[in-house]
Nanobody, 116 residues
Framework: QVHLVESGGGLVQAGGSLRLSCAASGRAFRFDSMGWYRQAPGKQRELVAA???????HYADSVLGRFTISRDNAKNTVYLQMNSLKPEDTAVYYC??????????WGQGTQVTVSS
């Protein structure tokens, strides 16, 4: 059974930082490209950052230079370091396979709230 468990969200002031973690289990995720996605109220879910199995990272323009995605295949964990946070980064953040997320296996996500 596939499980994706996100953690590390919280309330932070603009300009602050958070580090999100995604613990993956149930399949050999080390062979998968993984992504961090987010969904703000009233908006569609969007890709924030992705990392290939070999460690090549891709970022949405809106977070380039502020967010860093990384992975630890030995721990089946993907991270998202978020710096210089802005109120528009407020959303629920999820991890999943990229570019084709495993539809039935979205986790609960972790809420990130950035106050101005």
């Amino acid at each position: 059974q596939v499980h994706l468990v996100e953690s590390g969200g919280g309330l932070v002031q603009a300009g602050g930082s958070l580090r999100l973690s995604c613990a993956a289990s149930g399949r050999a995720f080390r062979f998968d490209s993984m992504g961090w996605y987010r969904q703000a109220p009233g908006k569609q879910r969007e890709l924030v950052a992705a990392i290939t199995s070999g460690g090549i990272a891709h970022y949405a323009d809106s977070v380039l230079g502020r967010f860093t995605i990384s992975r630890d295949n030995a721990k089946n964990t993907v991270y998202l370091q978020m710096n210089s946070l802005k109120p528009e980064d407020t959303a629920v953040y999820y991890c999943n396979v990229w570019p084709n997320p495993l539809g039935p296996y979205w986790g609960q996500g972790t809420q990130v709230t950035v106050s101005s």
